[in-house]
């Protein structure tokens, strides 16, 4: 039956090309802008996932942090996290393979006449291999620096062309916000996201930075650290909240003044934003596919109506109105389900140009389940939208509908 109907639907579609493109229109327009906004969120999404996965999943961050709930809030002493926080985790969790304590700043690099604004990180020698970034010329922070003091710097290579350095910079001498310091090694390129420069950025001796920007900076710094043992990351993470609320004398029942997060706690967060802003994205593209389906219906409607003494012919050579309930619902999911390939297909190719003319974009990406969704979604505005027009032609009484004229 399915087969027979499917064929009497393409017949009717067929003969009424223009009119069935102009009834899947919304449907196309609707799925597409779908596969179109789905490919290019999940595209960011993907892109952040890949470089969170080569920083590697068993790095914890952990920062100063307060909830936020009224104007008071504001009003209060800002959350600390100091060096000592940091060496008594090291000291105390077995697990705690390399920890790093950074703190960060804005800075204002010069050489002779330019100028270049970026950002100052006092790192450890060990936040290079946390964080899977590596020197490309000269070399990285080593403890020496850190136990000395030294005025030295790892530039991001942003900064070295900005500043017009050379082809060899390093041994060169540069003002840090008018402090002359000299430059070991410059990092390899990691290019830009979203038009925000990844090489845009100083390192400097952790020591060297507190000296240099001030004593209170080491009482707002960021703890990063790696777990020797993968599957005991969750257990460590809670240990460090223990340790820390003790050190920190929160009371039980109060919420703590720092934020312990995994990598797999951050991509949660933003798979969580980017699903909200894709969910109210595609429910207002969504509006133009119930118009598409409105459109099926009421061109379904009049296809009932033009084809009334057919079916009175099929109801007297012995159809029941189950057969042409099923005839016209077909030939509507059928529309719905063209509509939605073809809008597929758009959706792609709209994504593809879209990440293209958008400098500096990621790329798209479109996970299966988009395809399957689109699909389900035409599926169903086919059946939602056929089968009031389906019930009206199966009502038919056929010595009526063979009368019709």
């Given amino acids: 039956m399915i087969i027979e109907n499917s064929k009497l639907a393409l017949r009717s579609i067929r003969a009424n090309k223009l009119r069935s493109f102009l009834t899947t229109l919304g449907i196309i327009i609707g799925v597409a802008s779908v596969i179109t906004i789905i490919s290019l969120v999940q595209g960011i999404f993907n892109t952040i996932k890949v470089q969170q996965e080569q920083m590697g999943t068993n790095i914890i961050n952990i920062q100063p942090y307060r909830k936020v709930t009224n104007f008071s809030d504001y009003l209060k002493e800002q959350p600390k996290l100091t060096i000592e926080d940091a060496m008594v985790l090291k000291k105390q969790i077995d697990e705690i393979g390399g920890l790093a304590p950074l703190v960060f700043s804005s800075c204002n690099a010069n050489s002779k006449t330019l100028n270049h604004s970026s950002t100052l990180y006092g790192v450890y020698p060990i936040y290079q291999d946390i964080n899977a970034r590596y020197v490309e010329t000269g070399r990285f922070i080593n403890y020496l620096d850190l136990k000395h003091r030294r005025k030295i710097c790892v530039l991001g290579s942003e900064v070295a062309d900005s ?30 996201f979203f038009g925000q420069s990844m090489d845009d950025y100083v390192f400097m001796p952790f020591t060297t930075v507190i000296d240099l920007k001030g004593k209170n900076l080491k009482d707002h710094i960021f703890i990063q650290l790696t777990v020797k043992n993968m599957n005991k990351i969750n257990e460590v993470k809670e240990q460090i909240r223990k340790v820390l609320r003790k050190r920190h004398n929160i009371k039980e029942g109060k919420d703590d003044d720092f934020k312990v997060q995994t990598q797999e706690d951050i991509l949660k967060s933003f798979e969580k934003t980017t699903s909200v802003i894709t969910l109210i994205v595609v429910g207002i593209v969504g509006i133009s596919l119930i118009v598409g389906g409105i459109g099926i219906m009421n061109i379904m409607l009049v296809s009932v109506t033009e084809r009334t003494k057919e079916i009175g012919i ?36 709209l994504g593809f140009i879209i990440s293209k003319l ?13 395809i399957i969704l689109a699909f389900l979604f035409s599926s169903f505005v086919g059946v939602l939208f056929g089968v009031f027009p389906a019930y009206k032609a199966a009502q038919l009484n056929p010595i009526d509908a063979l009368r019709y004229e």
């Fill in 163 to 192: 500043l017009k350095l050379g082809d060899n910079p390093i041994g060169k001498f540069i003002l840090i916000d008018n402090v002359p310091v000299k430059i070991v090694g410059i990092m390899e390129k990691k290019g830009s």
């Fill in 358 to 370: 958008i400098p500096h974009f990621p790329g798209m990406y479109v996970p299966f389940w988009g």
């Fill in 314 to 349: 099929r109801k007297a050579v012995g159809a029941t109105k189950k057969h042409i309930l099923y005839q016209f619902l077909v030939e509507s999911v059928i529309l719905s389900l063209t509509g939605g390939a073809i809008g597929i297909i758009i959706g792609l190719f």
